[in-house]
């Protein structure tokens, strides 16, 4: 993780650098921050678009793999709240596409109340009408583990895949309701794909989820 480390710290240094004095600095000052600042960001761009990736970079990607799948079931929440506002949801709809490799990806779901299983695209999924069922799983975090890590497919694509588990509310006899643990595998992928660092355009390394599949109910 040490290289995680690393980029967060040119990152950290990159804002100090780039933040607005509220003194006056000697022309010599601005010189030296000036280039600081290009420094750092050579730094950051060849972190993130290097072709040669090393182990702790993809272990530091699966962290950030994990953050994005929880992200993910957050924007869902959002989605599946009545009381939240259609400009919220809008844009949680928005970051569910920004998090996912394609719009055609398929996400399997136990239908609330059942234990019959819903298999929908991204854009199904974020395209139904209010009224119809609504998805209620609770991400468990602490579920997460690395089945496959990142295997190199391409110069440009790394692909892995992970295990969780999510809980959701299921009806029992009479009134009665109890909570159902479902696993999932979720394909993750590393790719590259246009980024603005410093102001720059590059092809920066970024962390993209796939299909998700249920494995079992317990």
Do not use: H
């Not at 929440?77 to 569910?96: G, R, V, Y």
């Amino acid at each position: 993780m040490k290289r995680a480390f690393r980029i967060l710290s040119l990152i950290l240094l990159y804002l100090l650098t780039t933040a607005k004095s509220c003194n006056d600095r000697q022309q010599s000052d601005a010189g030296r921050e000036r280039s600081l600042i290009e420094t750092t960001k050579d730094s950051l761009r060849n972190e993130f678009s290097s072709d040669t990736i090393s182990a702790a970079f993809l272990q530091a990607m699966e962290v950030n793999a994990q953050l994005k799948l929880s992200d993910f079931y957050d924007y869902l929440m959002i989605l599946n709240d009545p009381s939240t506002k259609e400009q919220f949801k809008s844009k949680a709809s928005a970051m569910i596409r920004n998090l996912c490799i394609r719009e055609d990806l398929t996400i399997q779901f136990l239908m609330p109340g059942k234990e019959e299983m819903k298999e929908l695209t991204t854009e199904q999924l974020l395209s139904k009408a209010p009224g119809e069922f609504q998805i209620i799983e609770r991400f468990v975090p602490s579920s997460v583990m690395v089945l496959t890590s990142f295997q190199k497919k391409s110069d440009s694509l790394y692909c892995g895949k992970m295990g969780f588990d999510v809980v959701s509310s299921r009806s029992g006899r009479g009134t009665d309701n109890f909570l159902v643990k479902t696993g999932k595998t979720v394909d993750v992928f590393l790719a590259k794909r246009d980024k603005i660092i410093g102001g720059d355009s590059i092809k920066a390394w970024t962390v993209f989820l796939g299909d998700m599949k249920i494995t079992g109910i317990r």
